[in-house]
């Protein structure tokens, strides 16, 4: 079932962390291609440690489409961001809306904080609806404390949706534990995260969506959590998810 989504893939060439050069690039696209994914939001760490400006954002994913198009591989980049939620703070509006996935306006993708979920994510995530963006949890099985599914229950009360690492869902100590929260309602779309052809998580998501469709709660759903879900997201729709 091709038309996946991609939604937190650091493949924009010499940015952050990610992709090293317009090579690397255009590998981890045909990688991508080959799992059937159609649409790959690019997400550059948008936090202190990483000199990303977020007015060059829409131009340089321009740059890598006409270089996908070139090179012949079937897949389109989007913008987006990762956005460290210590530095929510210090962004404006308009730059929210530049680094939001697909550039939808909408859906935020939210890192965490170093260390366990706490209160503040709940505060960001609130903080974030008030000036009328919702937000993406990134990788919240990076972050889990010993409350981790209070915390992540508390953000989805509040509107927030939850992204995995794609990896994590098939392969290591965190994938019962994503398998569990997925099966209470506490994971709803998935990301490769991948930062490298060379290296790594690969850009890929059906490994991951294959190890949902396990999940009971979840295998009614899997269209959407494959694609209905994070098209919208993308399209910056009002998403309610339906499990
Ligand atoms: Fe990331």
């Known amino acids: 079932m091709p038309g996946f989504v991609d939604l937190h893939c650091h493949i924009l060439p010499g940015l952050d962390d990610g992709a090293v050069d317009v090579g690397d690039s255009l590998a981890m696209a045909r990688r991508a291609a080959a799992d059937g994914i159609e649409t790959i939001c690019a997400t550059p760490h948008i936090r202190a440690d990483h000199d990303v400006r977020i007015e060059q954002l829409p131009e340089r994913v321009e740059t890598l489409n006409a270089a996908l198009a070139h090179a012949g591989i079937a897949v389109t980049v989007v913008t ?6 210590e530095r929510f703070p210090m962004l404006s509006d308009d730059e929210l809306r530049a680094i939001s996935l697909g550039g ?7 890192e965490p ?3 366990p979920m706490d209160d503040a994510l709940e505060e960001t995530v609130e903080a974030l609806h008030a000036r009328g963006f919702r937000a993406v949890i990134a990788h919240p099985e990076r972050h889990a404390g010993a409350d981790a599914a209070e915390r992540l229950a508390a953000v989805v009360r509040r509107g927030a ?10 392969e290591g100590g965190a994938a019962p534990v994503l398998a569990a929260w997925a099966g209470a309602g ?3 779309l998935v990301g490769s995260d991948a930062h490298t052809s060379r290296a790594g998580r690969p850009a890929a998501v059906s490994r ?7 999940v009971p709660a979840v295998s009614p759903h899997i269209d959407w959590v494959a694609r209905d879900g ?3 997201v993308v399209a910056g729709e009002d998403v309610t998810p339906p499990f």
């Open 80 to 85: 987006g961001g990762e956005l460290g939620a």
């Open 104 to 110: 939808g306006g909408r859906w935020i993708l939210l």
């Open 113 to 115: 904080r170093p260390g």
């Open 161 to 170: 949706l939850v992204q995995a690492t794609v990896e994590f869902l098939y």
């Open 186 to 188: 506490l994971v709803h």
């Open 208 to 214: 991951g969506l294959g190890a949902l469709l396990a």
């Open 230 to 232: 994070p098209r919208a």
